[in-house]
T-cell receptor
Framework: GQNIDQPTEMTATEGAIVQINCTYQ??????LFWYQQHAGEAPTFLSY??LDGLEEKGRFSSFLSRSKGYSYLLLKELQMKDSASYLC??????????WGAGTKLIIKP | DGGITQSPKYLFRKEGQNVTLSCEQN?????MYWYRQDPGQGLRLIYY???????QKGDIAEGYSVSREKKESFPLTVTSAQKNPTAFYLC????????????FGDGTRLSIL
């Protein structure tokens, strides 16, 4: 079967760094997306990885290891506005997205 | 400004009633999607359409119907056959290309009266 696993909830302190992990088992792989979703709002696109390695975009970076079926999203210099859910989604063999349940990130002052 | 507009933001359904959720995009995207989001679960695909006048069932299509008569519009009808319709419904669209992300509307929250 196809499966994507993320931690349900994480807590971090303002100004710190946090790493949100995502592991996947899918039939086929055409890339991995990270989205941010504030409560009651639409998901917004953060990053896309299809090759192994790290992609950096300002305070946010995303890493992929295809051989391990593993990705992480790294958030630096955390701000209160980063409190949100972070969704991992894999593009499978038919190019449709398979979504993880999301990780709720709580930032404390 | 280009974007995806979903309406209404909140919707209430009575027993035995069909309701239609609107999704309009002015991004000139070919592909459009409907997802359902329940607490503690990932987004689940209801229907998708890659071209006008064509659409395919997703993982949880039972109790739902769609149409794609225009490129800009992809309405979702929640029929009375859907026994547990209370959820957050998200519409998305994207341009062609495997590396392109989906862009989402603001969602419609459907509840049962």
């Amino acid at each position: 079967g196809q499966n994507i696993d993320q931690p349900t909830e994480m807590t971090a302190t303002e100004g710190a760094i946090v790493q949100i992990n995502c592991t996947y088992q899918t039939s086929g792989f055409n890339g991995l997306f990270w989205y941010q979703q504030h409560a009651g709002e639409a998901p917004t696109f953060l990053s896309y990885n299809v090759l192994d390695g790290l992609e950096e975009k300002g305070r946010f970076s995303s890493f992929l290891s295809r051989s391990k079926g593993y990705s992480y999203l790294l958030l630096k210099e955390l701000q209160m506005k980063d409190s949100a859910s972070y969704l991992c989604a894999v593009s499978g063999s038919n190019y449709q997205l398979i979504w993880g349940a999301g990780t709720k990130l709580i930032i404390k002052p | 400004d280009g974007g995806i507009t979903q309406s209404p933001k909140y919707l209430f359904r009575k027993e035995g009633q069909n309701v239609t959720l609107s999704c309009e995009q002015n991004l000139n995207h070919d592909a459009m999607y409907w997802y359902r989001q329940d607490p503690g679960q990932g987004l689940r695909l209801i229907y998708y359409s890659q071209i006008v006048n064509d659409f395919q069932k997703g993982d949880i299509a039972e109790g739902y119907s769609v149409s794609r008569e225009k490129k800009e519009s992809f309405p979702l009808t929640v029929t009375s056959a859907q026994k547990n319709p209370t959820a957050f419904y998200l519409c998305a669209s994207k341009i062609e290309g495997a590396t392109e992300p989906q862009h989402f509307g603001d969602g419609t929250r459907l509840s049962i009266l």
